[in-house]
């Protein structure tokens, strides 16, 4: 075993025995064997470059896969050997009718896999540090390939809301390819960014999809008390499943709460008129054994960032979509044109005990980009008088490690006259602190999910163009950014594809960042790791005087 696409790698090296996340040896190794056959069909699509119809039947089944393998996403080995199995029969499929050659081709795909057993004994070949031996190389490849991951699951989001780019599909697959092929430093490099490009593309129809279908975001008090009824707990990041949830639970006694990422469904006009969804219960997804006991009733992972699972709870949790964990029973996805079915986990809410409260009162959030905008002439007078001396966005991901109490200090230690953008778990640092406002406007601003961290640049570059500013790193804006898994690594390739720079990014720098590597985005992009938390935010405010002047 050897991983290190997230944020807790052992000794911020490489996960070797286990991994921190409770993934095992047997789960890494066939997730490598998946991504070594997804390359394989990227491959036979460079060569033969699929038709309209193949190529989305492809893009979705990669996003799929991809998804599957983000951290804290599935550790059940059954899927992922269906997974392998449904990759090697698609990509010989496409060998088949396009009449490509073993010539064209190499090891990713060209091998052909006989079952279980055969996949056990081919996945040691073909894990990360079988790819090369040069490790800025490798550590480049692995870039790609973590921000591909993250850009699959904001795809596989937006296609089950009925919204697809075929052009995204496009490049996933011939980047899939050129992880193979052995290019060098700066044409690696060069992918890097068209990773980061495509990624903004993939976040905006992520963007469209959930406005178009849901309502733009608005500013919302979220109750995180209970009532004493049943209730479901429903976490993750998919929408459509909210949607659905909500739908086959009115009428029948029982009541639906959100926790950790999905918390932003909460600022969506369209699910506000069920009087049976409640608000959000606990905080981010790292508490969760412990909250999904205390909640008595069941729970809906539809995503990644499931944990381990306790015995205390197992016979009440949930997986769907890409989600998965064994002996849990796992939800299918919708058939065509219809409804998931949650028959099943309603049934079993009805005989439960109501959620035990572990806390009382409301948080505030609903700001993406169309909110903020609303209040953009109050933004920028405030700016322009002084009132607001810098925007620090603080979006990301939240994690164990005991260093992350610096988003929270950050938090509070930043002075009256910031305002803190942010999305993503990371908020559930700093959402529940009494931050106050600044004329009325809220010192914290919440976009939502790590998914609409889109929302956070579009309200920069809408004030640089309000401010009429040449460079978007003129704007009195820092970011201060917690990574966690994959998702992370697609926000950051596409904040430095959109030109942002001094990007300070913590609580470690990615272990799959080899020192050059690391010195290369240095030099390019500024981006540096968190330090002390007053030097920091020293730094932030001195950076700040001469974006403020031009301001003025």
């Known amino acids: ?43 036979v699509h460079s060569k033969a470059r699929l038709e309209a119809a193949e190529l989305q039947e492809t893009g979705r089944f ?44 190499h090891d990713a795909a060209e091998w052909n896999g006989s079952g279980e057993e055969d996949y056990r004994r081919k996945a040691p070949q073909v894990g990360i540090l079988s790819t090369t031996e040069n490790e800025d190389l490798r550590s480049l490849q692995e870039l790609i390939i973590y921000g591909l991951k993250g850009m699959a699951a904001y795809s596989d989001h937006a296609k089950i809301l009925g919204y697809e780019e075929t052009d995204i599909y496009d490049f996933m697959l011939r980047a899939l390819a050129a992880s193979t092929e052995g290019l060098g430093l700066e044409e ?22 959930n406005t178009a279908t849901y309502g733009n975001p608005e500013i919302s008090k979220v109750n995180i ?31 639906v709460y959100t926790h950790s990422e999905m918390l932003p469904a909460n600022y969506y006009p369209a699910f506000k008129k069920y009087e049976h969804f409640v608000g959000n219960y606990g905080n981010a997804w790292w508490k969760q054994n412990r909250e999904f006991e205390s909640f008595n009733g069941p729970i809906v992972m539809t ?40 028959s099943q986990v309603i049934e079993l809410a009805k005989t439960c005990p109501p959620p035990t409260e572990i806390e009382t009162g409301e948080i505030v959030g609903g700001f993406a980009h169309h909110q903020v905008m609303q209040l953009a002439d109050k933004i920028v007078d405030a700016v322009k008088s002084g009132a607001i001396r810098r925007f620090v966005v603080m979006a990301g991901c939240d994690g164990r490690h005991k260093s992350r109490s610096y988003f929270t200090d950050l938090a509070q230690e930043l002075p009256h006259d910031t305002v803190i953008l942010t999305a993503g778990c990371a ?13 009325g406007i809220p010192r914290l601003l919440d976009a939502g999910q790590c998914n609409d961290s889109y929302s956070l640049a579009v309200i920069a570059l809408k004030l640089k163009e309000v401010f009429e500013l040449e460079d978007v790193n003129e704007l009195p804006i820092s970011f201060d950014l917690a990574w966690y898994e994959q998702k992370a690594v697609i926000v950051l390739l596409a904040l430095l594809y959109l030109g942002f720079k001094g990007i300070r990014l913590g609580p470690s720098l990615p272990a799959f960042l080899s020192p050059n590597v690391v010195k290369v985005l240095v030099e390019n992009f500024d981006i540096k790791p968190i330090g002390d938390v007053q030097d920091d935010i020293a730094e932030m405010l001195s950076d700040s005087q001469e974006e403020y002047a031009k301001t003025n």
């Open 188 to 209: 690696l490099l060069s992918w890097v960014m068209e990773t980061g490009k495509y990624g903004v593309e993939a976040m905006k129809l992520l963007d469209r999809a």
């Open 62 to 105: 990669v996003i799929e896969g991809l998804f599957a393998t983000i951290t804290n996403a599935n550790f059940d080995d059954r899927r992922f050997v269906s997974y392998i199995d449904r990759a090697l029969k698609l990509r010989d499929r496409l060998i088949t009718k396009y009449g490509l050659s073993k010539e064209e081709l």
């Open 427 to 439: 908020k559930y640092r700093y959402n529940k602190l009494e931050l106050g406002d600044i004329g």
């Open 303 to 342: 995503t990644n960032c499931i944990t381990p699972v306790n015995d205390s709870y197992r016979d009440r949790i949930f997986t769907t979509n890409a989600a998965g964990y064994p002996g849990v029973r796992h939800i299918p996805d919708r058939p065509e044109s219809g409804a998931k079915d949650f």
């Open 225 to 255: 008390g209970v009532r004493n009824r049943p209730g479901i707990l429903i976490s993750g990041h998919d929408l459509k499943d909210m949607e659905e949830l909500l739908k086959q639970t009115e009428g029948t006694g029982v009541d």
């Open 1 to 43: 075993m050897f991983c290190y696409q997230c944020q807790e790698a052992a000794g911020n090296l490489a996960c070797t025995i286990k991994g921190v996340c409770g993934k095992g040896e047997s789960t890494s190794a066939l997730q490598d064997l998946l991504i070594h056959t997804l390359k394989g069909i990227g491959i």
